[in-house]
Antibody, heavy 118, light 107 residues
Framework: EVQLVESGGGLVQPGRSLKLSCAASGFTFSNYYMAWVRQAPKKGLEWVATISTSGSRTYYPDSVKGRFTISRDNAKSSLYLQMNSLKSEDTATYYC???????????WGQGVMVTVSS | NIVLTQSPATLSVTPGESVSLSCRASQSISTSIHWYQQKSNESPRLLIKYASQSISGIPSRFSGSGSGTDFTLSINRVESEDFSIYYCQQSYSSLYTFGAGTKLELK
């Protein structure tokens, strides 16, 4: 059974940093693209970052480019999201997702809440 | 960026009705559209991939159609468990985008 378990969320002040983690199990992690998708309170889904199988290629929307960094450790079956220079508009539930073929998100974690506030 | 416009924003139906949800892309995206269901306080779930391809474990009452710029998610005879929000997502561009969602609610 595929499982994705996020951790590392919490309350952080504007301008500070936070690193999210996602532990994957139930599939060969190194064979799949992975991604982060977020959802602000009462809002829709927003793609945040994608990483290739080896980690050599990463993709971001303009809203987080230069501030967020996605990475992975295939030996540990783990995905990460380093978030720097956080803004109030980054407040959201962050989902780890398997990004099948870099097309659709076929498995999702339960999400972790990040609140950016002073 | 490719913008996806979903309509209607809210759809009020009674169980047993059949419904169609629309997703329109700002440019042609072939069949690179995927549909998700999100129930209240749950993670999204993939329903349909590549516009019309079914997903294992998803009830057969869910189907998708369309190509180019206009796409439709159809639910044949809505059941009570289907009341949730539905999102479309495009993968034609590697700047992946979602629609704003259609909320299917009980009339």
């Amino acid at each position: 059974e595929v499982q994705l378990v996020e951790s590392g969320g919490g309350l952080v002040q504007p301008g500070r940093s936070l690193k999210l983690s996602c532990a994957a199990s139930g599939f060969t992690f190194s064979n799949y693209y992975m991604a982060w998708v977020r959802q602000a309170p009462k809002k829709g889904l927003e793609w945040v970052a994608t990483i290739s199988t080896s980690g050599s290629r990463t993709y971001y929307p303009d809203s987080v480019k230069g501030r967020f960094t996605i990475s992975r450790d295939n030996a540990k079956s783990s995905l990460y999201l380093q978030m720097n220079s956080l803004k109030s508009e980054d407040t959201a539930t962050y989902y780890c997702a398997r990004h099948y073929g870099s097309h659709y998100f076929d498995y999702w974690g339960q999400g972790v809440m990040v609140t950016v506030s002073s | 960026n490719i913008v996806l416009t979903q309509s209607p924003a809210t759809l009020s139906v009674t169980p047993g009705e059949s419904v169609s949800l629309s997703c329109r892309a700002s440019q042609s995206i072939s069949t690179s559209i995927h549909w998700y269901q999100q129930k209240s306080n749950e993670s999204p779930r993939l329903l349909i991939k590549y516009a019309s391809q079914s997903i294992s474990g998803i009830p057969s009452r869910f189907s998708g159609s369309g190509s180019g710029t206009d796409f439709t998610l159809s639910i044949n005879r809505v059941e009570s468990e289907d009341f949730s929000i539905y999102y479309c997502q495009q993968s034609y561009s590697s700047l992946y985008t979602f629609g704003a969602g259609t909320k299917l609610e009980l009339k």
